[in-house]
């Protein structure tokens, strides 16, 4: 007869406090890891915070309690990460000798490059350069904005339309590439009457990745660009005669103005925590497994956190995403301490700070790994597993096309359970297995899912479905298990991704197939992160490590700077790109 979890790890059972903890997998040692994790007085667990530290203490006390070997600097793989942006005292806007009130008129970008800029200003319309076969429009066809600074509508004449054709060329920061490109010094952006009613300035959060424009890059109020335009027209009569005529409007202006630009970027101190359980077999403890999962989540939410709920204030606790995938981490690695026989090669406990932030503890981790890279066999995470949906009887594991074997793997530790398993092959995914597949490492997500209160403050303890977590973990340590006691490691293979059907990846005709570094602060190039099997990189040669710094002679810089010239790209076409690769410059031929 079939049980929800089988009995085949069941040990004494007894309170699990830190001074006597009990190796056994329990859900009541589950729910007291995920209450104290997602209780308020963590706050959310943001990278950086209290919270975060009493979270990263708490793991590191537990796997140290267990017996493991703590790695790195007594447990902690720590790192800076960007905390705020915020313009600095000496930012200044000069206008006809008055000095604009920052935040009132006028807010730096906080992608704005650093630097002063004194000159005429140049009205460039919407800021298109678009040379398209259904659709052309240059605003900058009979200007000539070098050395200047040019000022730019927001949005575009179709702006309340799902589908158009301006949408890959209407983003802001597509429009201060496109000035760049053109020679522009500095931008000024302004919200059109058409695009909001109010005049005011645009609201702003700020990229943890640290990326940048060259130029100086300014908000301005429509009062405030008016006063620039001088008798040449207002922003709204300018916004209505582009809107009707869809033709460029651009012309240089009477008015020189003066701004001083500077962004203080504030740091905060982060870590992964990270431990090693040695195997048993002196032959095969050489070679690893990674058990994973992130411990940080949104704090208190807010605009630009990530929650769902943006104006709603208040501690996001994140039970389920991810205390409960923590949780069974520690639960595993203190199994697995008692039972050192039952894994004759080594394991990894780590628990991964910045995940919300774009993976950034485990991308950290993955560049700075504790053992050879060759010698990691698979990488387990663990992400959202306490909220078991009955009704579909399943959960979903992710990964299974990474290695040959992964298939009969789990159909094997499976056996004894009334759950299912609904299998996804592909290796990439929003979550830190991805940083772990794109090292060419067999990977294993393990997930009950998202659900209605994920990323809200309402992902609370109390809708968590322990029992169930607890089988998970059970069906989890004998999945490890099988894999640890394999008389040879698993055999690696890349898996082909799905294209993206999001409305972002819509906008662009082409993509190189890559999984790009969102969060390097460098501003010298876009890392490559991983490449995704039979994809045009992939045919092209671009691998893993590369940096992209330029596509058909035209600079990459970051993320922002490499979406933009894809922009440009069309299918079918053979783009030149040249990358960086072991400190030398390559040419590389992409066939799109």
Partial sequence: MKHLFPFIFLLAAGFPGLAQYNPAITSGELLQHISYLASDSLEGRLPGTKGDKLAAAYIRDHFQEAGLELLYDDGYQSFDLISDIKPSPECNFQLNNVSLQINTMYAPALYSGNGTLASKVIFCGYGFAIQEDSLKWNDYQEIRPQGKWVMLLLGDPEIDAVRSSFIPYS????????AIDNGAAGVLLVVPP?????????????????????????????????????????????????????????????????VTVQLDKTFSHTANVVALLPGSDPGLSDEYLLVGAHFDHLGFGGPGSGSRMPDTMAVHNGADDNASGVAAVIELAQ??????????????FAAFTAEESGLVGSKYMARNLPVEKDKLMAMFNFDMIGRYNKEKGKISIGG??????????????????????????????????ASFYALDVPVFF?????????????????????????????????LLQEVTTMEKPLSFQKTRSATGDSRSSMRLKVTLGIMPDMVSQNNDGLGVDGV?????????????????????????????????????????????????????????????
């Fill in 446 to 478: 393990i997930s009950t899912g998202a659900h209605q209160d994920y990323h809200t403050p309402f992902d609370d303890v109390a809708a968590i479905d322990a029992i169930a977590a607890e089988a998970i973990a059970r069906f989890s340590a004998r």
């Fill in 194 to 258: 058409s695009m909001e009613a109010t005049d005011q300035l645009p609201r702003q959060y700020f990229d943890r990745s640290g990326a940048s424009a060259s130029i100086p890059v300014v908000y301005i109020t429509r009062e405030a660009a008016n006063r620039i335009l001088q008798g040449k027209g207002t922003i709204a009569e300018l916004n209505e005669k582009l809107d009707r005529n869809r033709h460029p409007l651009s012309f240089e202006t009477n008015t020189e103005i003066t």
């Fill in 171 to 178: 983003k802001d920061c597509t429009k201060v590439l496109t």
């Fill in 400 to 433: 299974t096309g990474t290695s040959l074997e992964a298939d009969s793997l789990i159909d094997r530790a499976l056996e004894g359970y009334t759950f299912g398993v609904a299998k996804s092959t592909d290796g990439y995914g929003p979550s830190d297995h």
């Fill in 532 to 592: 995704r099997p039979g994809g045009p990189a992939d045919k092209g040669g671009i691998v893993t490590g590369d940096r992209i710094v330029a596509i058909n002679g035209e600079r990459v810089t970051n993320i922002y700077s490499y979406m933009h010239r894809l922009g440009t790209l069309k299918p079918g076409e053979t783009a030149v790109v040249e990358i960086v690769r072991n400190g030398k410059n390559e040419i590389l031929l992409i066939q799109l």
């Fill in 335 to 348: 199994y697995f301490a008692a039972h050192t026989a039952r894994h004759p090669r080594s394991i990894l």
